[in-house]
């Protein structure tokens, strides 16, 4: 079995050699470790090989990770599962970003409820690309207002989108997929005149990283191949 420390060096030169192969600048795409189910000794296995950058589906599993590796204060902690009305001001108070708000209720709530003196907290607007029933997210043709509402509130930035495509689709599908939502970035970036222009995507996983990193993407979020079956 290979150790995390071995598995980051081979997902980051998978993530290497697809960005040279798409053509585009060294460090473009960055690497988020969702670390989900794991346990924190798997996350201080990750941070000692060099990993930074991890993603937490669940309030209360996230805090007591958070806790146990209190002494790695550089970490920075991204929340990317669905959210609760009742569980923002946790999630305000102890993330650095949050990947999956996908209506401006949320929104409201997470700036409202973010501490005074703390940066702004980063969002990522989750959309349901492919339009599925059973999918969380925005509809496509919602994201430009619902984007400019979320570039509005004081103590939030739009960073970008987020979304997680159908992985069981052919392969020209899931490509048209991560393209859309590269377009629907670009779209905001032409409208937004004040404040900082989002630039991330957050879209790719463990089984289509080089698919979405061909098609824009900035960020993807690798877990299995990071540290095994969910825990």
């Not at 990947?99 to 973010?114: G, N």
Request: hydrophobic fraction near 40%.
């Amino acid at each position: 079995m290979n150790s995390i420390a071995d598995n980051l060096g081979t997902v980051t030169r998978r993530i290497q050699k697809a960005t040279q192969a798409a053509g585009r600048p060294d460090g473009a795409v960055s690497l988020l470790a969702v670390s989900k189910t794991h346990p924190p000794s798997a996350i201080r296995d990750a941070a000692t090989a060099g990993q930074r950058r991890f993603g937490e589906n669940y309030l209360q599993e996230a805090l007591e990770k958070m806790e146990a590796l209190s002494d790695l204060s550089d970490l920075e902690w991204h929340f990317i599962g669905p959210i609760q009305s009742n569980k923002t001001r946790d999630i305000a108070a102890r993330f650095d970003w949050v990947h999956s708000v996908d209506r401006l209720k949320i929104a409201r709530r997470l700036s409202d409820q973010r501490p005074a003196g703390m940066a702004p907290l980063r969002i990522c607007l989750q959309v349901n690309i492919d339009r599925e029933a059973s999918k969380s997210g925005a509809d496509p043709d919602e994201v430009p207002a619902l984007a400019r509402a979320i570039a509005a509130l004081e103590n939030l930035e739009l960073a970008g989108l987020m979304a997680i495509p159908d992985p069981n689709q052919a392969e020209s599908s899931l490509r048209a997929s991560f393209r859309r939502l590269a377009g629907l970035l670009a779209t905001l970036q032409e409208q937004t005149t004040d404040g900082p222009i989002p630039q991330t995507l957050s879209m790719g996983m463990s089984g289509d990283l080089e698919i979405a990193i061909a098609e824009g993407a900035t960020l993807v979020r690798v877990g299995s191949a990071l540290f095994g079956p969910r825990g």
